[in-house]
């Protein structure tokens, strides 16, 4: 198993960067697959992007080009860098965990693992 728990949340304006945070303790981090999501109020929770162990990345159409997922399995981080940021991208974000390919890894209950939340807001 594997905790974690996500930092580096706040509130920026637009055009603003932020750079989230998620520390893994527990199992070997390396051995996993890790991902960002994030949830708005009254809305579902959406994948953002994910790292593979090969750190092959994959990204959500919304943050192409504007976020970027990075891992350090030596420290057991995970990070998230957002860049350009829009009023829609504030939400709740959370890091995620599993050491089986999510399928589909955009869907949010084939993960097993989760980080408790980081607010993120970015205002106009």
């Known amino acids: 198993q594997v905790q974690m728990v996500e930092s580096g949340g706040g509130s920026v304006q637009a055009g603003g960067s932020l750079r989230l945070s998620c520390g893994a303790s527990g199992s070997t981090v390396g051995n996993y697959i890790l991902g960002w999501f994030r949830q708005a109020p009254g809305k579902e929770r959406e994948a953002v992007t994910v790292?593979?162990?090969?750190?092959?990345?994959l990204n959500s159409d919304s943050v192409k080009g504007r976020f970027t997922i990075s891992r350090d399995n030596a420290n057991k981080m995970l990070y998230l860098q957002m860049y350009s940021l829009i009023p829609e991208d504030t939400a709740m974000y959370y890091c995620?965990?599993?050491?089986?390919?999510?399928?589909?890894?955009?869907?949010?209950?084939?993960?097993?693992?989760w980080g408790q939340g980081t607010q993120v807001t970015v205002s106009s």
């Open positions: 790292i593979f162990r090969d750190n092959r990345t």
């Open positions: 995620a965990a599993d050491n089986k390919w999510p399928v589909p890894w955009t869907d949010y209950r084939q993960w097993n693992y």
